[in-house]
């Protein structure tokens, strides 16, 4: 297996081809998502890892972060043909507006 290096561009990218923001209607909570294969699991977890470490959060708000579902990895099993998958979600909306949205505004 082979080992990706995140850099910020590289995630830049691959959020541009992968990501996506949405809102779920039936509690009003916005919502972004990565939504990989099973397989791709490894990745979906050091993209988790990258994110905790270079989106600016202090020490407590690490320790939240681990302890919550803010960012999390939700499997889903195969439906039909298809492949069973991996999905990073972020749900909470402060860490959308104040550290994620500013973080990917830097490339604009």
Known sequence: MFQ???SR???YGFIEGDG???LNRSILQPEFTISLTESQLPLLINIKK???NNLGFDSYSIYKLN???II????SKAIKNSKPMVSLKIINIHVLTNYLIPFLNKYD
């Open 9 to 11: 561009s590289w995630l």
């Open 4 to 6: 990706v290096i995140i």
């Open 67 to 69: 302890s919550s579902s």
């Open 50 to 52: 990258y994110l905790e």
């Open 20 to 22: 996506s923001f949405s």
């Open 72 to 75: 999390n990895i939700i499997k």
